[in-house]
């Protein structure tokens, strides 16, 4: 297709009100047939990814779904499910003199514990120290390259990241004194763990499909998802970003779960394929190790994180810096007392029920992980989510029908 056709679609996608009134209908009716067939009245589905959930909230779309539909945020959010111990770590190599190089949103984020005066890399910068932020790795590259000193590169993300570490190191982009601490992660292991962790409690229904990440799903391919779809038996639909790519993505969960079918679907053609980009996997495999790693408020998960290669050590920011790694030995909980990200997470708990939500817990001044980032769930249902909370509190005080 070429780049007018997809101009156009995204037009579509953006700005066809009328097909967003039929795809509504279609979701409404099919939720009837389902509901009645099922004997259910409420149907949970999960949207992993934070970018789904700024889409989803940011558009108000659980207003245009039946009352019964629920749909979960998932663990989708790298910032939010990094452990404190590594901020703690960054704060101290920073105070020691290293330049911390770090994404926009991972600047905010806040440590468990205060190390030397400082919870934040932004505190640390308030002190003195040397905190850059910067939108890439090349960036930092060329930055150390103009002064020459010990630098480390703050590499959190999932699986759309890696291939730009990867190509940085195998292309030899990246010079000596700039070392990367890889905490990049594996989305795969936490759906898993998302979806066990919600069959365990008997009142409350499991999620029962998912909207899975576009953007990963773009490197990983989408058969990443086929073993969760055959575990658990129930649709994954790889999703675009645009509302009416979720409200299909609804459509088809529906679709499948009134047919007894569950399969996974690409609804995002435009970008992603079965097998994903066997390049990127490749130099993936390449410069980086699969191991078991620890997840904020979550704790360890199996062969769920990347940490670079012995034959790449001396870019390692835990072998050249003396960094800490966690283990499942040394790991503690690192959720603020009374914050609820690591139940926001899962899915198990909307922002609005966490006591601190909009109170001591703002974009301005957060407290857990889920407010500092544009993709933290509390984040966006602070900026946007005045539509649902809105309505469900209507619903709660009966002004509106339940599915109204
Ligand atoms: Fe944590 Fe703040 Fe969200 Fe509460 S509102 S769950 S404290 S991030």
Not at 36 to 64: N, Q
Not at 133 to 145: E, G, H
Request: proline letters at 6%.
């Amino acid at each position: 297709m070429n780049s007018r056709a997809y101009r156009s679609l995204e037009g579509v996608l953006r700005h066809d009100r009328g097909l967003v009134g039929i795809v509504v209908k279609k979701i409404h009716d099919l939720w009837r047939e389902y509901s009645s067939k099922a004997c259910e009245t409420r149907l949970k589905i999960m949207d992993f990814c934070g970018t789904h959930e700024w889409t989803i909230t940011h558009y108000g779309i659980r207003s245009l779904l039946p009352g019964g539909i629920e749909l979960v945020a998932g663990p989708g959010c790298p910032v939010c499910v990094t452990p404190s111990h590594y901020v703690e770590e960054l704060i101290k190599l920073a105070l020691d003199g290293v330049i911390v190089y770090t994404y926009g949103d991972t600047y905010k984020l806040r440590s468990h514990v205060e190390v030397r005066g400082a919870r934040s890399l932004s505190d640390v910068r308030a002190l003195g120290a040397d905190v850059r932020v910067v939108p890439d790795i090349l960036t930092a590259a060329r930055d150390v390259a103009g002064h020459g000193k010990l630098s480390v590169f703050c590499g959190i993300g999932f699986e759309t990241v890696a291939p730009g570490y990867a190509q940085a190191i195998l292309r030899r982009h990246l010079p000596r004194n700039l070392k990367i601490l890889s905490l990049v992660k594996l989305t795969p292991p936490a759906m898993f763990y998302s979806l066990e962790v919600s069959r365990e409690k008997p009142t409350e229904p499991p999620i029962m499909g998912v909207i899975a990440p576009g953007h990963v799903s773009t490197i990983t391919g989408a058969k990443a998802w086929e073993p969760v779809a055959e575990n658990y038996e129930i649709p994954i639909v790889v999703s675009g970003f645009e509302p009416l790519d979720v409200l299909i993505s609804v459509l088809e969960i529906l679709k499948q779960l009134t047919r007894g079918e569950h399969k996974v679907t690409i609804e995002y053609v435009r970008t992603v394929t079965w097998s994903g980009d066997l390049t990127a996997q490749r130099n993936i495999s390449r410069v980086f190790d699969v191991v078991d790693d620890a997840w904020r408020g979550i704790g360890f998960l199996p062969k769920s994180g990347l940490r670079l290669r012995d034959k790449y050590a001396e870019y390692d920011a835990f072998r050249e810096l003396g960094v800490k790694e966690l283990s499942a030995g040394n790991w503690r909980h690192d959720m603020p007392s009374g914050c609820k990200c690591a139940e926001v997470v899962l899915g198990k708990a909307y922002p609005s029920q966490c006591p601190m939500f909009l109170k001591a817990c703002t974009p301005q001044r957060p407290v857990g992980p889920c407010m500092v980032s544009s993709e933290g769930t509390c984040a966006i249902w602070a900026k946007y989510g005045s539509r649902d909370l809105l309505l469900r509190l209507a619903r709660e005080l009966r002004l509106v029908k339940e599915g109204g």
